[in-house]
């Protein structure tokens, strides 16, 4: 029953670093987005994949990258962390079309210092 | 454009019922969702509403529709102090991919 599962639970990078945050659903859903969440301001969709191949940009974008890496898999990376992106990110993951909801993950806390 | 709002924070006694508000602008969405968000945690689907119903009632959740004011509520009955949480409300908006829109999440605050 583990659903959607995130890695890691906690982060702190330095400016300028890189890393990936992995991502993995196994309830064999065709989509997979990832939000961020910032106080006051909700969920922001960063980028999402509607199926295994395809992957296209949410709201906020600039400064990540993704990869569908499978159908179960979808990482997102940054390249050269910014304090900007200091924020909880979320991964879901939705049966086609999203029209019963999405399942999500527990989270990734980020740090960029 | 699309865009969900909501009212940031909400505070109600043990025993009332509370009332969690949202507007949406897109006409066009086909589900509206409420979530629920406890501390540490991510978002758990509460209840959904397909755009053609007016009311949706799952045990002590209500939810009320009205597509002409594009305004959406959920009354939760008998609130608890286990209630305490965020809850977002979320539209399908005019994409058919999936995406979700989500408010900013209102904050139920349940006091004994």
């Known amino acids: 029953n583990a659903g959607v599962t995130q890695t890691p639970k906690f982060q702190v990078l330095k400016t300028g670093q890189s890393m990936t945050l992995q991502c993995a659903q196994d309830?064999?859903?065709?989509?997979m987005y990832w939000y961020r969440q910032d106080p006051g301001m909700g969920l922001r969709l960063i980028y999402y994949s509607a199926s295994e191949g395809t992957t296209d940009k949410g709201e906020v974008p600039n400064g990540y990258n993704v990869s569908r890496l499978n159908k179960r898999e979808f990482s997102l990376r940054l390249e050269s962390a910014a304090p900007s992106q200091t924020s909880v990110y979320f991964c879901?993951?939705?049966?086609?079309?999203?029209?019963?909801?999405?399942?999500f993950g527990s989270g990734t806390r980020l740090t960029v210092v | 454009g699309e865009d969900v709002e909501q009212s940031l924070f909400l505070s109600v006694r043990e025993g009332d019922s509370s009332v969690i508000n949202c507007t949406y602008t897109?006409?066009?969405?086909?589900?509206l969702y409420w979530y629920k968000q406890e501390p540490g945690a991510g978002l758990q689907l509460l209840t959904y509403i397909f755009s053609n119903m007016d009311m949706k009632q799952d045990q002590r959740l209500t939810v009320l529709l009205n597509k002409k004011d594009k305004h959406l509520s959920l009354r939760i009955a008998d609130t608890q102090t286990g209630d305490s949480a965020i809850y977002f409300c979320a539209e399908t908006g005019s994409s058919n991919t999936g995406k979700l829109i989500f408010g900013q999440g209102t904050t139920l605050q349940v006091k004994p």
């Open positions: 879901a993951s939705s049966e086609e079309g999203g029209r019963v909801g999405y399942t």
């Open positions: 309830m064999n859903h065709n989509s």
């Open positions: 897109d006409s066009s969405s086909t589900y």
